[in-house]
């Protein structure tokens, strides 16, 4: 049973950091492309970061310049580093990785909230 597994969430004061870590149990094939959502609600989940197999990135405006997506493939896991955190970055955040290429995973969610 393949399974992503997210920790790290958890409160944090207006300005503050957490690091959302990603890895995968259950396969001994490594992570493709990963990429970081949140869903807030009321409101569509959303693309965070991605990463690619060569650890190319990509972030949505909204976090662009205080998040960092990265990766450590001799631990096969993939990070979300959050900086400057602001209360609408208040979220569930879900990570999303390819398999052995070919197969899509979500994990289970953390849930990330930012007071003021």
């Known amino acids: 049973q393949v399974q992503l597994v997210e920790s790290g969430g958890g409160l944090v004061q207006a300005g503050g950091s957490l690091r959302l870590s990603c890895g995968v149990s259950g396969s001994t094939f490594s992570i493709d492309v990963a990429g970081w959502y949140r869903q807030a609600p009321g409101k569509q989940r959303e693309l965070v970061a991605v990463?690619?197999?060569?650890?190319?990135?990509k972030y949505a405006d909204s976090v662009l310049g205080r998040f960092t997506i990265s990766r450590d493939n001799a631990k096969n896991t993939v990070y979300l580093q959050m900086n400057s955190l602001k209360p609408e970055d208040t979220a569930v955040y879900y990570c999303?990785?390819?398999?052995?290429?070919?197969?899509?995973?979500w994990g289970q969610g953390t849930q990330v909230t930012v007071s003021s």
């Open positions: 999303n990785a390819v398999i052995g290429t070919i197969h899509n995973y």
């Open positions: 990463i690619s197999s060569g650890s190319s990135a």
